[in-house]
């Protein structure tokens, strides 16, 4: 019997559209098509003057004043940040990078997939004053290379999609760590230091067994205004804040089955009053429910469930929509023919494709690994394709890479020309590959 609500029958496909593994991706396209309508149109002066709004934040003399593009880049993307640390956090404790033979084929496959593009890049651009942003080609953007890669066909492995998410998140620790050692100025140590106390709270907080996620919160924000103001890129904040988020239950599966078939029982046992209300034994049952669930769930999933949606439908949408305006004029295919969008380009594209490629086959050849189950070479193709897919990551770093706008309009278009042509190159191979083995099975 459906005893949903009429809300309830409306939110229903919504939620489901959410919770669809591509639908990030589709609504971070959508953006991008946007941003670059947007600043190609008549308003494209209200698009470059509505980032720089100033916002204020604070009381007394303690005031945080920041246009409101730094507050999406270094603080909504420090929260960005801090979902990829909670990610792998996970993957590092019971996921794809659990243990060392699980990890070496995907780590081995992102790694290669980051020093073949720098080098690429780096080559291009030696000696220039853009030769600095050669880490803007190491990332792969895990939303839209898996919602293309979704969108390839059902016929697809799963375990090539854990493979892709499992590459793309070793991605990411890469890419910290790049813009952690080499993209941060100036550092100041004593703003550094206050960062350090607040994060050794945290910890402190985690080994006393502190579970209150408004704890980790209120901490963790110092913890990033210590970064802020210190040099290092804030977001970094976000990834340390978030390796001490607690991830044990209070109690393991058993003991909560067990107490839950109870306490099922002793619901089931009540005399119903048929009413809509609940019983006051029924009432305090429900409760024993909820605090037996809390103690059963880990802050740390629990905390990267609750934020994801606004991460993916929020906070990454709102970025690519600061971040991708790309001026397309008549003289668009002249202006690409600069160093800094074909070292971009050809880094994506070229240097992804033979780094994930190369180092996997090392991998396998050497017996160090073995493909993924259900998976053969056409798949891993397609994947290191759609690995040159570095849209939000790349553009993130562009912007840290860079002070000469110039630059980063060019690295803009390299990473367009990119993200289109991988994404393209590689559902080609994938759906191909698809139609070959139907063939083959008539």
Known sequence: MNNKSPIEKIIAPV???IHLEYTSGIVL??????????VNSSWHEMYHHLWEINFSVGFDTSILNLPLHV???DGLMAIFFFVIGLELKREFIDGELSSFRQALLPMSAAFGGMIVPALIYYAINRGTDADH???IPMATDIAFALALLSMAGKQIPSSVKIFLSALAVADDLGAVLVIAFFY???VNFTALGVAGIFLTVLIAGNRLGVRSSMFYLIIGIGVWI??????VHATIAGVLVAFTIPATTRINEVVYSDNLKKLTQK???????NSTLTTPQQHETIQHVKNLSMAAETPLQKIEH???????????????LANSGIVIGADFLTSVINPVSIGVTLGLVVGKFIGILFFTWLIVKTGMGTLPQGANWRHITGVALLGGIGFTMSLFISGLAFKNPEFVDQAKYGILIASILAGVLGIWILKTGQKKESSDIR
């Not at 396209?29 to 947007?38: H, M």
């Not at 619901?267 to 009053?273: A, M, T, V, Y």
């Not at 609750?306 to 970025?319: C, E, K, S």
């Open 133 to 135: 942003g050669w880490g």
């Open 71 to 73: 507050w999406i880049n």
């Open 15 to 17: 939620n489901r559209f």
């Open 184 to 186: 941060t100025s100036g």
């Open 267 to 273: 619901f089931e046992q009540e005399i119903p009053n």
């Open 29 to 38: 396209l959508i953006t991008v098509i946007v941003a670059i309508i947007w």
């Open 226 to 231: 210590g970064f802020l103001l210190s040099g």
């Open 306 to 320: 609750a934020l994801h949606p606004w991460v993916a439908f929020g906070i990454m949408p709102l970025f690519a």
